[in-house]
């Protein structure tokens, strides 16, 4: 599945994936939207000098802690993923030669792809990896779990601690957040902490690919 797709088709794909933050994603992709929120809540109430408060209630450094794990263990899982295969891989290539009918970039793509769709509970793949062998199985099987509940887990333990601070009525002091420069605000702290974390990886993989068939 998929991997007929165009280099940039395919990459367009997993950055959709790596982001996981979109209405009607598969996963917790609402989740770890309101994860962004938080952030951009907190990133703009420190540019300008408010104090950050979404929905009435002081955004401090306790929900900031969760929501950062919660949004850096998605590009976590993923490229640690990628990485230990591609270290297996790069140095057994006999043992592990099942793994990639197409070695190389496309290769290190099919394998990103492949991790990049279980944390983000897709459940689709490149199919030229060969990946119904216990390595891929168990590791998918591990990243899946952690992928699916934590990240449910957070925002729940946010919405706990919010619900029980006092709740500030609005003033010329708080921050607007249903404005469309506070859109662009998340916008931004998506593409920084989401899809620049997973450039580098893009780039060996299909970006890479692109530019060797020129």
Known sequence: MHDSFTTLGGMNQMLAMMVNCFYGGCGVGLLNFYIFII????????????????????????????????ALLHPFLILVGTAIASHLISHNPTAYASWLNNPGYHGF?????????????????????GDNTPFWNIACGIIMLIARFLPII????????????????????????????????????????????????????PIAEYFSLK
Do not use: C, H, Q
């Open 39 to 70: 952030l951009a809540v907190f990133i703009s109430g420190l540019m300008v000098g408010r104090t950050p408060e979404f929905l009435g209630k002081k955004i401090e450094a306790k929900e900031m802690k969760i929501a950062m794990i919660i």
């Open 109 to 129: 793509s099919e394998m990103l792809y492949e991790f990049t769709s279980s944390s983000a509970n897709n459940g689709s793949g490149f199919e030229g990896l």
């Open 154 to 205: 957070g925002p729940i333990a946010i919405a706990g601690i919010l619900a029980n601070k006092k709740y500030i009525p609005e003033s010329a002091g708080t921050l607007k957040t249903d404005t469309s420069t506070f859109g662009l605000m998340v916008f931004a702290v998506i593409a920084i902490v989401a899809a620049l974390s997973f450039f580098p990886a893009l780039t060996l993989g």
